[in-house]
């Protein structure tokens, strides 16, 4: 590979002349840099990124670490996160965690070698169940930046992005409570994250100020069997008229076991679910959503860190809150 010295050689000027110009320095005529610019692309020039993190002490690199790429809510935080990288002339490099303490804790010491210039991440589920948060603590102490995004650590001081989880939830169960519906469940498979319970606790504060209604929330876990445990609540309790589900595939399921039962929706029953618009344009009829804005979500935890990588000093950590939008379709009246 060509190097910086043998270009200069070649053209007989300095090494700095070469590199001002391949940076469109003012210093240097338009004539010198077109040659410069000529014989580079000639030999196929390249600048070595790890020489110019050494000297930088920056690598203009970003480490994503998300808990499912098989998400399409975090795959979408993703290519925000990615978007926003590019304009500020930053690279990323993704890490998945499936879930485990472990993997997240391994993949945070894999780039905190020098790799990245500091981390965007979801919190595993196996570290908000365990409440362990050391790991972040020590990569922040390492000089590494963090913004976490919907999944957060409150005990870690950092830059956070979040959503209204509890706000929209309870907005939400408060509408279907204006439709006059007496039985309304809460559905989730998300129950052990943090925005999962904060989810339920919005349903249960509406419910409970409404002085007549009974909560009611149906836990499905990872081993349970989704469809079979919504289908079984269907049958045992009759009389529900509405649901508000934690996440997309509770939402889908329980709209599709509701027409499957004969149910008219929304005549019948309501559903509302946190889910994405082509969640909704892939049900029949198309389903009420809490829109989440993740490709905002990740776009703003880009600028933070990149803010927070040229500011290093600077302890005025922030938490942004991007608010849902809930988009009525054909599920709700």
Known sequence: MVTLKQLAKEL????????????????????????????????NYRPNKV????KNNKTKTIGVLIPNILNRFLAKVLFGIEREATKHGYNIITCISNESLDKEKES????????????????AQESQMNNEVEHFKRTIKQGLPIVMFDRVAHDVLCDKVIVDDFDATYNATKKLIEEGRKHIIFISNINDI???????????????????????????????????????????????????????SSGIIALNTAVSS???????????AFASKSDSNHTLPKLTTIRQHAKVIGAHAAELLINRIQNPNSE?????????????NKSTL
Do not use: C
């Open 108 to 123: 945070l010491q894999l780039l905190a070698n020098g790799s990245v210039d500091g981390f965007i991440l979801s919190v």
């Open 51 to 54: 020489a110019l993190s050494l």
């Open 194 to 248: 943090s925005v999962g319970k904060l989810r339920e606790r919005g349903y249960n504060k509406a419910m409970l100020e409404s002085g007549s209604l009974e909560p009611f929330v149906l836990k499905i876990k990872k081993k349970d069997d989704h469809a079979k445990k919504i289908k079984s609540l269907f049958k045992k309790r009759t009389a529900i008229d509405a649901v508000i589900a934690a996440d997309s």
């Open 316 to 328: 005025d950590f922030k938490t942004k809150i991007i608010k849902t939008t809930l988009i009525k």
């Open 262 to 272: 004969g149910l008219k929706v929304p005549k019948d029953i309501s559903v509302i």
């Open 12 to 43: 007989s000027v300095s090494i700095s002349t070469v590199s001002k110009a391949l940076n469109n320095s003012e210093e240097i005529g338009e004539d010198t840099i077109r040659r410069v610019k000529e014989l580079a692309e000639l030999y």
